[in-house]
Every structure is written in structure tokens, then in C-alpha cells.
């Protein structure tokens, strides 16, 4: 077995008394297209930064290509075959994005900048501060793989991209996959981890929650069944081992996810007049509840049909909670 | 050589702020100048005039000078050692203020520094791209001073004019030292400037107002007590320990400055 491209243990972060990461452990091989996904806050892009060295950990380590972060000088050799996209990128307004390109150029390499740039073409003449936001992630996109990395590292590296622009960037990570590239993103968009990735990492409130092949995930995750009915329904009579998920609906209707034994359903439906039944495949968002939920469950104590309304926005329940260190710092120098 | 592209980067970012900086400078010479004709034609006695002036005001805009009809004397009290050292020198550490903060602050840091250049080249590589910006201040005051003489139809002692061009241009690049080690310590841009210049100008009235007290060794924190315009350009007399002090300052401040980026969070 091969080094991993990517090697997290045990990776701690806190910002004076917050917590940024905790006890964070996975692993990623060589040409493995890697989703990290978490709602905002949940300590992704403090992940990526430290991942990259421009965060030091409080505890734990992380090495890239088989190299430790904090191994500085033989770190710098590994940069040279990585590629980043941060979740913001700001380039430099009064320059244009040709003489951006040069400059990153002359620090890492850009064997592949005309290719990049007919596939993400951008107004290079330009300067930066005249991009839209989709030009800038372009832009962003070209810097990142230019050089031609062995991994690359992105901070939601979709968001302001057209969808069309986005359809052709999944490609493109696949294409680069299959030549070997290890690609690592956080996102917080459930599709695009169906649409593209080989396995996914959940993490929630800076711990990792599960670590997951997609196809499994979704194979393992059974089936949503809804039903509506007059009656009032009692959860425990769809308690089956096969339970997933129980929870009653705001509207009063039966929300189950189970992974079969579809008599015992049978069975206890025939005590209630049914309006509506639908049995569909389990969604990605379905399954990504399910993680979520139990954490909100487990925390705050929270029954389940109460957490079933948050749920249905989850990228929105924490927003923002992640501190940044900036403020740390703030609170460092007061 | 990743630090000269670094540098060439930065410099080429800060061209237009500084033909600014030039022009201001080169016509607050020229009119520093063109009036000296009638300065020295007036029946005032500015010699007698200084002397009834408080001594620390002397200290911080007079400097050693006590011989103010030669045009040499004049440019030290008008130009050199105010304009100069407490203007030019603050706004040097002013700008350095924003070398490398400015890249934290907008996050451009995050696409500079997770390639192959190690911190501390990137902070050499900041400090650089300062020279060739002190160099063009510099020649360019230099300059307006030379044409300016020449247009009055003033001797200028032009070695000793070198002279203080060369010293004070070491003076700048430790000003620049200082607004750097600022610029890697704080993660905000304004934060690092006001500290830079805070410095600057601070320890520059320290020095002047300590002079002849008992504190006057406290104005050995001051950059401006290791050269002094009046010195070498009226008597043309060359501080080889201040020159010697102001380069070890600079070379421990870009040092430090590396040190202190190098241990630092990134966000």
C-alpha cells in the first residue's frame, strides 16, 4: 500500500478557548476524489489551512504525500506538487489576471496554463478587481492546477461558478482523477459530493462524524417511505430493527427510513386508513440528515420529530459559527 | 531566486505610490530652494532667531547647524531634517506597514504561500522590493536639490550632498525595517502602520526632546540619533559607528520580522 496523498491524525485546532477542529482523523489515497462536507462552521476551512501548514495544531498532525506539515523545509518540497483554492480568493485588484498568473508562475510552475485557460477561459487583460466573482474562481482554478499538482486542495471550490462552468469543472476533477490527481475539497452542496466523489467525510461542530464510500452510503441507506393518514400515527408501531429514521411530520404524516423488511410495514399500516403512501430512494440530503440529526439529538436534546423543520435546511443551521482566527487574534492582542 | 520574484511583484504594485511620494518630495525641494535667495537677502538674523527657540525644538528641526546663510546649512534645517527624517523616514515605515500585512489582510497570502516559498523568503522578498523604492526617493531628492542649486546659481558641496544621500538612505531602509517587523507581527493592515509610524515618529521626539537631559540616553532608541544631515553635509564629517548601528538595526528588525511571520497563524 502506497503512502496516502493525505494524512490527517488526530489533528486538534483550537483558537484560544474555541474550538476550530478536534480530534480529526482520516486518510486519503492517491487518486481519490475526496468530499469533506459540513455545514458553514463546522471547521472545514480550518481543516484546509492546517492541511497546508498555514495554521500550526494545537495538537495531532497532518502530512501531504507522505510529508508532515510541520516538517517546514521538506514541507516546501511537497508544496511545489500541490494545488489550493481557498474559500475566498482574493488576488491582487490592481493587476491583471495575466500578470497574476506570471507571478504565481514564476514561484511554481505553469506547464499547463494555456490548456487551463481555454477550458476556464477568463479576461486575462484585465485587471482583477474588474472580475465577477465566477471569473475570479476561474481564475482561482487555473492557479490551482497550472503547475500540474499531485493534490489539490479546495475550499468549496464551486461556489460563484455558473452552473454550466460547474458541470465543467466536475468534469475536469474527474478527468484529473483518473490521471492519478488526488483531489480533496470541502463543500457544502450534497449533490455535488454525489455528483463526484469517491468517498466523503462528514464533519459537524469541528469533529469528524463519519467517513463514508458514497456508493455504500447511499446502497446502505435504504428507503424513504411517507405516509399520510386521518389517524393519529404512534411511532412505536413502526419500530423495526430496520429502522432508520421514525419521526412524525409537522403535518402529521409518517416520515420512516428503513432498509427493508417491507411486511412488518405492511402489517402495522393495516391499523390506519392511509391517504398517501410513497416509498422513493433515499436522497444524499436524506442521508446527510441523518448524520446531523443525531448530533443535534445527542447535544441539546432535542426529540426527533422537533429537529425534523431544522433539518431541512442544513446548511443553514450554524452559519458562521466557525471563529476565525482573526478574531483570536483580536482577542489575543486585547 | 523566489525572493526577486517576490520583490519584483511588490515593487511593480508600488510604482505609482511612489512617483507620487517623488513629485511631492521634489517640489517641496524646489520651493525650499527657490526661496533661499531671499531668505539670505532679509535683514533677519536667523542664527539670533534659533537661538531663542526652546533647545529641544532646536534638537528635532535645527539639528547641529549653526551656519544658516550657506545654502548647505539652509537645506539641513529646511529640508533634511524635518522633511527628511520625520516625514520621508515615517512614511517609509508607514508603507512597509502594509508589505506583508496587506497580504494577510486581503488573503492573498493563502495563494503566495502554500507554494514552494518559505516565509521568511517571502518577508526577505518584501523587504527587498523596498530598496529600489528607497533608491528612487532618494536619487530622486538628489536630484531637485543638484538642479536646484544649479538654478540659483548656488555651490553645493556635491560629495558631502552624496554623503547624505547615501546615510540617509540607510536611515530609510531602517525605517522600512521597522514598519516590516510591524507589517509580520499584526495581521491588520492599519494596525502594522499605525504601529510603524507610531515608532518612527515617537522615538524621533524622544530623541529630540531628550537631548541635554538625563534621559537623554533614551534617545538612543531613535533611529535619527545615528546620523545627522548637519554633520555631514555643513562639516562634512562622516558617523561610521551610526552607519554601522543603523545597518545592524535593519538586519535585525528583517530577522526578526522573519521569525515572528514564521511562528505565526495564517487565517
Given at each position: 500500500?502506497?503512502?496516502?496523498?493525505?494524512?490527517?491524525?488526530?489533528?486538534?485546532?483550537?483558537?484560544?478557548?474555541?474550538?476550530?477542529?478536534?480530534?480529526?482523523?482520516?486518510?486519503?489515497?492517491?487518486?481519490?476524489?475526496?468530499?469533506?462536507?459540513?455545514?458553514?462552521?463546522?471547521?472545514?476551512?480550518?481543516?484546509?489551512?492546517?492541511?497546508?501548514?498555514?495554521?500550526?495544531?494545537?495538537?495531532g498532525t497532518a502530512s501531504v504525500l507522505g510529508v508532515p506539515v510541520d516538517d517546514r523545509a521538506a514541507f516546501l518540497d511537497v508544496l511545489a506538487r500541490v494545488g489550493h483554492i481557498p474559500g475566498d480568493p482574493r488576488f491582487y485588484d490592481d493587476v491583471t489576471g495575466r500578470k497574476t498568473l506570471d507571478y504565481f508562475a514564476g514561484l511554481s510552475g505553469d506547464a499547463r496554463r494555456d490548456e487551463l485557460l481555454d477550458r476556464f477561459p477568463v479576461p486575462l487583460d484585465r485587471p482583477v478587481r474588474a472580475y465577477s466573482r465566477g471569473n475570479r474562481q476561474k481564475l482561482a482554478i487555473v492557479q490551482a492546477f497550472m503547475h500540474d499538482p499531485r493534490v489539490v486542495v479546495m475550499d468549496e471550490p464551486t461556489s460563484g461558478l455558473d452552473p454550466l462552468v460547474q458541470q465543467e469543472f466536475y468534469e475536469f476533477l474527474r478527468e484529473e482523477?483518473?490521471?492519478?490527481?488526488?483531489?480533496?475539497?470541502?463543500?457544502?452542496?450534497?449533490?455535488?459530493?454525489?455528483?463526484?466523489?469517491?468517498?466523503?467525510?462528514?464533519?459537524?461542530?469541528?469533529?469528524?462524524?463519519?467517513?463514508?464510500?458514497?456508493?455504500?452510503?447511499?446502497?446502505?441507506?435504504?428507503?424513504?417511505?411517507?405516509?399520510?393518514?386521518?389517524?393519529?400515527?404512534?411511532?412505536?408501531?413502526?419500530?423495526?430493527?430496520?429502522?432508520?429514521?421514525?419521526?412524525?411530520?409537522?403535518?402529521?404524516?409518517?416520515?420512516?427510513?428503513?432498509?427493508?423488511?417491507?411486511?412488518?410495514?405492511?402489517?402495522?399500516?393495516?391499523?390506519?386508513?392511509?391517504?398517501?403512501?410513497?416509498?422513493?430512494?433515499?436522497?444524499?440530503?436524506?442521508?446527510?440528515?441523518?448524520?446531523?440529526?443525531?448530533?443535534?439529538?445527542?447535544?441539546?436534546?432535542?426529540?426527533?420529530?422537533?429537529?425534523?423543520?431544522?433539518?431541512?435546511?442544513?446548511?443553514?443551521?450554524?452559519?458562521?459559527?466557525?471563529?476565525?482566527?482573526?478574531?483570536?487574534?483580536?482577542?489575543?492582542?486585547? | 531566486?523566489?525572493?526577486?520574484?517576490?520583490?519584483?511583484?511588490?515593487?511593480?504594485?508600488?510604482?505609482?505610490?511612489?512617483?507620487?511620494?517623488?513629485?511631492?518630495?521634489?517640489?517641496?525641494?524646489?520651493?525650499?530652494?527657490?526661496?533661499?535667495?531671499?531668505?539670505?537677502?532679509?535683514?533677519?538674523?536667523?542664527?539670533?532667531?534659533?537661538?531663542?527657540?526652546?533647545?529641544?525644538?532646536?534638537?528635532?528641526?535645527?539639528?547641529?547647524?549653526?551656519?544658516?546663510?550657506?545654502?548647505?546649512?539652509?537645506?539641513?534645517?529646511?529640508?533634511?531634517?524635518?522633511?527628511?527624517?520625520?516625514?520621508?523616514?515615517?512614511?517609509?515605515?508607514?508603507?512597509?506597514?502594509?508589505?506583508?500585512?496587506?497580504?494577510?489582510?486581503?488573503?492573498?497570502?493563502?495563494?503566495?504561500?502554500?507554494?514552494?516559498?518559505?516565509?521568511?523568503?517571502?518577508?526577505?522578498?518584501?523587504?527587498?522590493?523596498?530598496?529600489?523604492?528607497?533608491?528612487?526617493?532618494?536619487?530622486?531628492?538628489?536630484?531637485?536639490?543638484?538642479?536646484?542649486?544649479?538654478?540659483?546659481?548656488?555651490?553645493?558641496?556635491?560629495?558631502?550632498?552624496?554623503?547624505?544621500?547615501?546615510?540617509?538612505?540607510?536611515?530609510?531602509?531602517?525605517?522600512?525595517?521597522?514598519?516590516?517587523?510591524?507589517?509580520?507581527?499584526?495581521?491588520?493592515?492599519?494596525?502594522?502602520?499605525?504601529?510603524?509610524?507610531?515608532?518612527?515618529?515617537?522615538?524621533?521626539?524622544?530623541?529630540?526632546?531628550?537631548?541635554?537631559?538625563?534621559?537623554?540616553?533614551?534617545?538612543?532608541?531613535?533611529?535619527?540619533?545615528?546620523?545627522?544631515?548637519?554633520?555631514?553635509?555643513?562639516?562634512?564629517?562622516?558617523?561610521?559607528?551610526?552607519?554601522?548601528?543603523?545597518?545592524?538595526?535593519?538586519?535585525?528588525?528583517?530577522?526578526?520580522?522573519?521569525?515572528?511571520?514564521?511562528?505565526?497563524?495564517?487565517?
Amino acid at each position: 500500500m502506497s503512502v496516502p496523498a493525505i494524512d490527517i491524525d488526530g489533528l486538534t485546532k483550537f483558537y484560544g478557548d474555541v474550538r476550530g477542529v478536534e480530534e480529526l482523523s482520516l486518510s486519503v489515497s492517491e487518486g481519490e476524489l475526496f468530499g469533506f462536507l459540513g455545514p458553514n462552521g463546522a471547521g472545514k476551512s480550518t481543516t484546509i489551512r492546517l492541511l497546508l501548514g498555514l495554521l500550526k495544531p494545537t495538537d495531532g498532525t497532518a502530512s501531504v504525500l507522505g510529508v508532515p506539515v510541520d516538517d517546514r523545509a521538506a514541507f516546501l518540497d511537497v508544496l511545489a506538487r500541490v494545488g489550493h483554492i481557498p474559500g475566498d480568493p482574493r488576488f491582487y485588484d490592481d493587476v491583471t489576471g495575466r500578470k497574476t498568473l506570471d507571478y504565481f508562475a514564476g514561484l511554481s510552475g505553469d506547464a499547463r496554463r494555456d490548456e487551463l485557460l481555454d477550458r476556464f477561459p477568463v479576461p486575462l487583460d484585465r485587471p482583477v478587481r474588474a472580475y465577477s466573482r465566477g471569473n475570479r474562481q476561474k481564475l482561482a482554478i487555473v492557479q490551482a492546477f497550472m503547475h500540474d499538482p499531485r493534490v489539490v486542495v479546495m475550499d468549496e471550490p464551486t461556489s460563484g461558478l455558473d452552473p454550466l462552468v460547474q458541470q465543467e469543472f466536475y468534469e475536469f476533477l474527474r478527468e484529473e482523477r483518473d490521471r492519478g490527481v488526488t483531489v480533496f475539497f470541502s463543500t457544502h452542496i450534497l449533490g455535488e459530493v454525489r455528483e463526484v466523489c469517491d468517498r466523503v467525510a462528514i464533519i459537524r461542530d469541528g469533529r469528524l462524524v463519519a467517513v463514508e464510500d458514497i456508493d455504500d452510503l447511499l446502497a446502505r441507506s435504504g428507503k424513504v417511505v411517507t405516509v399520510q393518514s386521518p389517524d393519529a400515527i404512534d411511532l412505536a408501531d413502526f419500530d423495526f430493527p430496520e429502522t432508520i429514521d421514525a419521526r412524525i411530520e409537522p403535518d402529521g404524516s409518517l416520515r420512516l427510513v428503513t432498509s427493508g423488511n417491507y411486511d412488518a410495514l405492511v402489517d402495522a399500516l393495516e391499523g390506519y386508513r392511509i391517504d398517501d403512501l410513497e416509498v422513493r430512494e433515499t436522497a444524499i440530503e436524506d442521508v446527510f440528515m441523518h448524520f446531523y440529526d443525531e448530533g443535534d439529538g445527542a447535544e441539546d436534546g432535542v426529540a426527533a420529530g422537533d429537529s425534523a423543520a431544522a433539518a431541512d435546511e442544513p446548511d443553514e443551521t450554524e452559519d458562521d459559527a466557525e471563529p476565525s482566527p482573526a478574531d483570536a487574534e483580536e482577542s489575543a492582542n486585547a | 531566486m523566489r525572493e526577486l520574484d517576490i520583490a519584483a511583484f511588490e515593487f511593480a504594485q508600488r510604482r505609482r505610490g511612489l512617483a507620487i511620494v517623488s513629485a511631492l518630495l521634489v517640489a517641496t525641494a524646489g520651493l525650499t530652494i527657490a526661496v533661499f535667495p531671499s531668505f539670505g537677502e532679509s535683514d533677519i538674523d536667523f542664527a539670533e532667531l534659533l537661538e531663542s527657540y526652546p533647545e529641544e525644538f532646536r534638537a528635532a528641526f535645527v539639528g547641529s547647524v549653526t551656519d544658516f546663510s550657506s545654502l548647505e546649512g539652509y537645506l539641513v534645517v529646511e529640508l533634511y531634517q524635518l522633511v527628511w527624517l520625520l516625514i520621508v523616514g515615517s512614511y517609509f515605515a508607514y508603507a512597509a506597514g502594509s508589505l506583508v500585512a496587506g497580504e494577510v489582510d486581503r488573503q492573498s497570502v493563502e495563494l503566495v504561500l502554500v507554494r514552494p516559498v518559505s516565509r521568511t523568503r517571502f518577508v526577505v522578498g518584501k523587504f527587498l522590493a523596498m530598496l529600489p523604492a528607497v533608491a528612487v526617493v532618494d536619487l530622486a531628492l538628489l536630484a531637485a536639490v543638484v538642479v536646484g542649486a544649479g538654478l540659483i546659481d548656488e555651490e553645493i558641496h556635491l560629495s558631502r550632498l552624496l554623503a547624505v544621500h547615501a546615510v540617509g538612505g540607510l536611515y530609510l531602509v531602517a525605517c522600512v525595517a521597522v514598519g516590516l517587523l510591524a507589517s509580520a507581527f499584526f495581521g491588520r493592515v492599519r494596525r502594522a502602520q499605525g504601529a510603524a509610524i507610531g515608532v518612527v515618529f515617537g522615538t524621533f521626539l524622544l530623541d529630540s526632546l531628550t537631548v541635554d537631559t538625563d534621559y537623554e540616553f533614551l534617545g538612543a532608541l531613535s533611529l535619527t540619533r545615528y546620523l545627522d544631515p548637519g554633520e555631514l553635509l555643513v562639516a562634512g564629517d562622516v558617523d561610521w559607528g551610526g552607519i554601522a548601528v543603523l545597518v545592524a538595526v535593519t538586519c535585525v528588525l528583517v530577522v526578526l520580522a522573519a521569525e515572528v511571520f514564521e511562528r505565526r497563524d495564517l487565517s
